[in-house]
T-cell receptor, first 111, second 115 residues
Framework: NAGVTQTPKFQVLKTGQSMTLQCAQDMNHNSMYWYRQDPGMGLRLIYYSASEGTTDKGEVPNGYNVSRLNKREFSLRLESAAPSQTSVYFC??????????FGPGTRLTVL | AQSVTQLDSQVPVFEEAPVELRCNYSSSVSVYLFWYVQYPNQGLQLLLKYLSGSTLVKGINGFEAEFNKSQTSFHLRKPSVHISDTAEYFCAVRTLEAAGNKLTFGGGTRVLVKP
């Protein structure tokens, strides 16, 4: 099992450009999450999907959209990137009350 | 809303010495508690978790944590650290009523193990 995979690993964007971060899990988990990690702030939840077909806002959703394409895949889209969105983005998945399993992250720089 | 405070942003420690990382949370309802470790340029891995039962929880790599409900704390300890324990450690909390298994994370504690 690959667990949680994310693409790309690194990305540099110019202000105003758009991009989609991809996430997939092969553990048959119901719930999936997108976080951003900034120094000294831990991980903050952007959006989550409790089950296929549902998505909800987390703590910091502004400037982002998500799509739960199917049970395996959960993508995060930046429509018009801003320097404040420079961060490391993590996708995670879980089932029931179990712990969350994390992907390796995407390091995004917006110039 | 709950919050999680990790009181130390950085902890330098010598190899084979003990280490304690402090975590306090604010919640008026029952919680699940987690400690994750992040090695450089990697994702987060679960060290241990408290869901119910014994308040002393043992995890991987010799780590353990104790849940103290009255002090709303979940401190992480290791009696003897190795160079390979150099990493960032995150405490996380989930309230039992939180929809979708949402976690709230602390700001992280960087542990630097010196030879």
């Amino acid at each position: 099992n690959a667990g949680v995979t994310q693409t790309p690993k690194f990305q540099v964007l110019k202000t105003g450009q758009s991009m989609t971060l991809q996430c997939a899990q092969d553990m048959n988990h119901n719930s999936m999450y997108w976080y951003r990690q900034d120094p000294g702030m831990g991980l903050r939840l952007i959006y989550y999907s409790a089950s296929e077909g549902t998505t909800d806002k987390g703590e910091v959703p502004n400037g982002y959209n998500v799509s739960r394409l199917n049970k395996r895949e959960f993508s995060l889209r930046l429509e018009s990137a801003a320097p404040s969105q420079t961060s490391v983005y993590f996708c995670a998945s879980s089932v029931g009350t179990s712990e969350q399993f994390f992907g390796p992250g995407t390091r995004l720089t917006v110039l | 809303a709950q919050s999680v405070t990790q009181l130390d942003s950085q902890v330098p420690v010598f190899e084979e010495a003990p280490v304690e990382l402090r975590c306090n949370y604010s919640s008026s309802v029952s919680v699940y508690l987690f400690w994750y470790v992040q090695y450089p340029n990697q994702g987060l891995q679960l060290l241990l978790k408290y869901l119910s039962g014994s308040t002393l929880v043992k995890g991987i790599n010799g780590f353990e944590a104790e849940f103290n409900k009255s002090q709303t704390s979940f401190h992480l300890r290791k009696p003897s650290v190795h160079i390979s324990d150099t990493a960032e450690y995150f405490c996380a909390v989930r309230t039992l009523e939180a929809a979708g298994n949402k976690l709230t994370f602390g700001g992280g504690t960087r542990v630097l193990v010196k030879p």
